[in-house]
């Protein structure tokens, strides 16, 4: 059982930036790929941003790219999502997801997640 404890999000407002961090525990987290995805009101969840198990690999969708960064402490089994040149549409809730399959890619798709943290809200005002 992995357990998944985002940091809590906020309010900002277009132009700024917000850091979240994911707090995993069990002591294999190195041997997790892990993501950030995001539902916003009335939409679908989207996958963000992933980073893979081993050599820490970088995934990012489009929209976001350049903007987010994502990454690893194996030693403090924390992944965080620094996000700036926040805009109004990247509000939503946001989730970070864990992926215990031993392999080397970082899933787009969110049920090939095993386990997802509670989701915390980040608002970008305009």
């Known amino acids: 059982q992995v357990q998944l404890v985002e940091s809590r999000g906020g309010l900002v407002q277009a132009g700024g930036s917000l850091r979240l961090s994911c707090a995993a525990s069990?002591?294999?987290?190195?041997?997790?790929?892990m993501a950030w995805f995001r539902q916003a009101p009335g939409k679908e969840r989207e996958f963000v941003a992933g980073?893979?198990?081993?050599?820490?690999?970088?995934y990012y969708a489009d929209a976001v790219k350049g903007r987010f960064t994502i990454s690893r402490d194996n030693a403090k089994n924390t992944v965080y999502l620094q996000m700036n040149s926040l805009k109004p549409e990247d509000t939503a809730v946001y989730y970070c997801?864990?992926?215990?399959?031993?392999?080397?890619?970082?899933?787009?798709?969110?049920?090939?997640?095993?386990?997802w943290g509670q989701g915390t809200q980040v608002t970008v005002s305009s």
């Open positions: 997801a864990a992926d215990l399959r031993p392999t080397t890619v970082v899933p787009t798709r969110g049920a090939l997640y095993d386990y």
């Open positions: 069990g002591r294999t987290f190195s041997s997790y790929a």
């Open positions: 980073i893979s198990r081993t050599l820490s690999r970088t």
